[in-house]
């Protein structure tokens, strides 16, 4: 639910075609923002953006809970990785290894239309609902593309970016309708000031393994609210947002950045947490434990912890990838030389952790419970390709619509 304010001029507000927004003073510059229209129609259409994310995501299976550190290594399976952290198989991936440089272009390309539509239309015509799918999805794939940049990167809190050398989710890097904005703008100053529910914190890609998964479908009007619940059931049952522990209740640190969401800290996140808490992770909620939000990871949510090189018995090589497995039903493959293997033996760890999980939520008769069918993608070539251009409609608003690949 979008925050009001409770005054005789916003309750006028709410019955004109524009509503503001927020109950706290909005950050300066950022007021434009706060206006909405839950009445309107207008909607944005993301099938791009849905098609971009389902080529580049590897999607990963709730894993068992099981501290990836305290598992007894199996010859031939885990032996070694570069990624040592307790979190290292949960969450989706992104497969920055195997981006060619025209994919890259066309992730800056999106990323350039997306930040230019609130100048294009009147933004608040949109819906509360249209407005947060825009945010979310304007932060991630913003953050996929500077990421890309610079990768190969292990560690995405080590990231610098602009001409300050300023870390990734302080910089400056977007300019929405003339407002220079950082992704913390966006997350904390925007978002985090607009909306009262606790639900869109995992909406946020942070590009790191321990934060909120990044989707393989992009986030819509009509069904963000369904697509954040169903990261933060992810979130809470994995290790990264409720780890173990005998003693304490030890969370992410998403929710101490995020407490203005639980005013009695201790007692409404844990009513928070028990809302979507599954099985074990029920008995981690126990109310005689201290509340510590200390759990944290920054390694980069990638396959390959940010190599670039297969090592096999012909020594390193690099690694290549071809441009039809972007784009269809196919894992990406990878090659380089004969010796090469398809992935260095971190990423193959990876793949094996998938793979076995799986396996065991179908003998648990588990897997529609926790997999989303992909959007099908098309052939940029085929003469029935669509393509989504911008397009006026009756009020003059320019919205993305799906339009032939000819035009």
């Keep these: ?53 389902g080529g580049i995501v590897l999607n990963v299976p709730p894993m068992d809970r099981i501290p990836e550190r305290g598992r007894a290594i199996t010859t031939g399976t885990r032996l070694s990785s570069e990624n040592i952290s307790r979190y290292r198989y949960e969450g989706n991936r992104v497969i920055f290894h195997l981006l060619p ?46 990421i890309m940049q610079v990768y190969p990167v292990s560690d995405v809190e080590r990231i610098r970016v602009g001409e300050n050398r300023e870390r990734l989710h302080d910089a400056k890097i977007l300019t929405v309708a003339g407002v220079p ?82 005013p009695n800290f201790d007692a409404d996140l844990r009513a928070h947490l028990l809302e979507y808490a599954r099985g074990a992770t029920i008995s981690e909620i126990d109310e005689r434990r201290r509340v510590r939000p200390i759990v944290e990871e920054w390694g980069i949510a990638d396959m390959v912890n940010g190599s670039l090189r297969c090592r096999g018995a012909a020594g390193p090589s690099p690694m290549t990838v071809s441009n039809a497995d972007l784009f269809n039903d196919r894992q990406p493959s990878v090659s380089g030389s004969p010796a090469c293997g398809v992935l260095p033996s971190n990423g193959v760890m990876l793949m094996n952790a998938v793979v076995e999980r799986r396996i065991e939520l179908f003998r648990q008769g588990r897997y ?40």
């Design 1 to 53: 639910m979008r925050r009001t304010l409770i005054s005789g001029l916003a309750l006028a507000l709410l019955t004109t075609p524009v509503a503001m927004a927020n109950d706290t003073a909005v950050p300066d510059g950022f007021e434009q923002f706060s206006a909405f229209n839950d009445e309107s129609g207008m909607r944005i259409d993301y099938g791009t953006l849905s098609e971009i994310l």
């Design 101 to 146: 440089e025209e994919y890259q272009i066309a992730i800056t390309q999106y990323r350039e239309e997306l930040e230019a539509i609130p100048s294009q239309i009147e933004f608040g015509n949109l819906s509360s609902d249209e407005q947060l799918a825009y945010w979310l999805n304007l932060h991630n794939i913003a953050v996929i593309e500077q």
């Design 181 to 262: 904005l950082s992704l913390n703008d966006i997350r904390l100053r925007i978002v985090y000031e607009q909306w009262d529910q606790p639900e869109v914190m995992y909406g946020f890609f942070s590009g790191a393994i321990g934060g909120p998964e990044i989707r393989n479908t992009a986030y819509s009007g009509e069904t963000v609210w369904r697509q954040l619940n169903s990261n933060a059931r992810e979130f809470i049952n994995s290790l990264r947002g409720v780890d173990t522990h005998p003693r304490e209740l030890r969370v992410s640190t998403l929710y101490e950045e995020g407490a203005d969401f639980f």
């Design 368 to 407: 529609g419970e926790v997999y989303t069918i992909d959007i099908p993608t098309e052939d940029p070539d085929s003469p029935d390709y669509t393509a989504e251009i911008p397009e006026e409609d009756s009020n003059g608003s320019v919205l993305l619509r799906r339009g032939s690949g000819g035009q």
